[in-house]
């Protein structure tokens, strides 16, 4: 128990945190604090470029087994799952429309790449290593979810989803997957030898710039949570809490299932409990535009990514740690 | 200076509807428009802005075209089929040309 207090003291006062309560605090102090959109997209670009690299080069250091193979199975089959009990907790705790429980329920099935990013940064300061595959399986946890939520839709809704063609390949070549996947193969390819090439690029600046990038997202969330108040119940926060907890529940079994490392562990439980704000809502603008956007991202941004940020990541460390690490 | 009558057509629309959007016109054989961002506004679903917006759900934009007035309907019939459901304003002015031929 000490353990774990004192991980979540240590995650609350480091820097990547501390920055993202800062962004939060501004917000809601109406300071003009703001960077740039065209510099974020930029951060949010080297974040993707080097979490993508490392990845690839930790595979091929360790080469590829059937667990990898496995682990991209059960991550797709998460994502895939999640939403039905997302759209089942929605319906037991809010009073949300079928559409608007389907369309954050979809959110939830998906991925956040920040807090995966954070995860890997947490699970690296405490000494873990985790398995460097498990990008990949953040880039195939993306999309499967908004095939669910598009499901529920059609299976429980009285109006249909605008399930297009071009929508399927605008979800699966988003920038941020086709950047992920391609750095982790480029990483892949070129191995340790391509490290030391761009080490000093993309390993000493990672943290500074993952400071300012959660400013950012800071700024983000307590702007979206100050205009979206109204729309938050108290079934809507608590779901917003207790999702993403069941989430890393089913991280954490299909992790320690599949033999993971506690880092392994801790990243899967970190998927499965975190929640997407950037794919899935311009893909749900498209298939569901009838569904109200400032639920789907209240929820995720303003509710789930904080307390995965800032608890949910702390206690998902200590039980990977607990449970994996023996 | 000699001008022409014409019809301004702007449809505010989300930015993830843009591409949808002008492909239906290009397909309506309306090849002529201007995007522009927008960058805030205010509607029935209350105000919004474009700081603080993370990735395109939540953008807007503003695609205007400039037909010749018998363009309009199928112009319309386009956009119509494109922007039905979603959020946004279609707005029909009339204009003056310079040059007819353009249009």
């Given amino acids: 128990m000490d353990g774990t207090l004192a991980i979540a003291a240590n995650n609350l006062t480091s820097p990547i945190i ?15 604090l703001s960077i740039p959109e065209a510099i974020a997209k ?23 087994d059937t667990t990898l193979v496995l682990s991209l199975l059960a991550g797709m089959v998460l994502s895939f799952l999640l939403p039905v009990l997302a759209f089942a907790l929605l319906r037991g705790m809010t009073r949300l429309s079928t559409i608007d429980a389907a369309a954050v329920a979809g959110h939830y099935g998906s991925i956040s790449i920040v807090t995966f990013v954070a995860a890997t940064s ?32 059609a299976r429980f809704g009285k109006q249909s989803a605008d399930m297009e063609e071009g929508l399927i390949r605008e979800i699966l070549l988003n920038g941020s997957i086709v950047l992920l996947v391609g750095a982790f193969v480029i990483g892949w390819i070129t191995g340790d030898e391509g490290m030391q090439m761009i080490a000093p690029f993309i390993q000493a600046p990672f943290q ?31 779901f917003g809490v207790i999702m993403p907890v069941l989430g890393a ?49 209240t929820l995720s941004l303003g509710i789930t990514f904080p307390f995965n940020l800032t608890l949910g990541i702390p206690i998902y460390l200590a039980v990977a740690n607990a449970l994996a690490g023996g | 200076m000699q001008t022409h009558k014409a019809k301004r057509v702007d ?30 506004g205010s509607g029935r679903s209350g105000q919004w802005t474009r700081e603080g917006e993370i990735g395109r759900a939540g953008g807007m934009v503003n695609v205007s075209c400039i037909v010749r007035p018998e363009r ?13 459901r979603h959020i946004g304003v279609v707005s029909v002015v009339d204009c003056e040309v310079l040059r007819a031929e353009r249009f």
């Fill in chain 1, 122 to 153: 947490v699970a690296t300061s405490a000494g873990l290593n985790p398995e460097g595959y498990m990008v990949a399986v953040a880039a195939v946890m993306e999309a499967p979810a908004i095939l669910s939520a598009l499901w529920i839709v």
């Fill in chain 2, 72 to 84: 309009v309907d199928p112009l319309l019939d386009a956009a119509f089929a494109v922007v039905e």
């Fill in chain 1, 18 to 32: 501390l920055f993202f309560i800062l962004g939060v605090a501004a917000a809601f102090a109406r300071s003009d």
């Fill in chain 1, 208 to 238: 500074g710039v993952l400071c300012l990038f959660l400013l950012d997202m800071g700024l983000i969330a307590g702007r979206g949570l100050r205009e979206a108040r109204s729309v938050l119940t108290p079934g809507l926060f608590a």
């Fill in chain 1, 249 to 297: 529940g089913f991280g954490l079994g299909t992790g320690m299932l599949l033999g993971l490392s506690p880092g392994g562990v801790l990243l899967f439980m970190t998927l499965a409990a975190s929640a997407s704000y950037i794919a899935v809502p311009a893909a749900m603008r498209v298939a569901l535009p009838e569904a109200n956007p400032s639920i789907y991202l």
């Fill in chain 2, 11 to 40: 449809i505010i629309i989300e930015a993830v509807m843009e591409k949808r959007l002008t492909n239906a016109l290009h397909k309506a054989e309306v090849t002529g428009y201007t995007v522009l961002p927008v960058l805030a």
């Fill in chain 1, 42 to 64: 930029g951060l949010s670009i080297y974040l993707l470029f080097a979490i993508g690299f490392k990845g690839g080069v930790s595979v091929a250091d360790h080469g590829i």
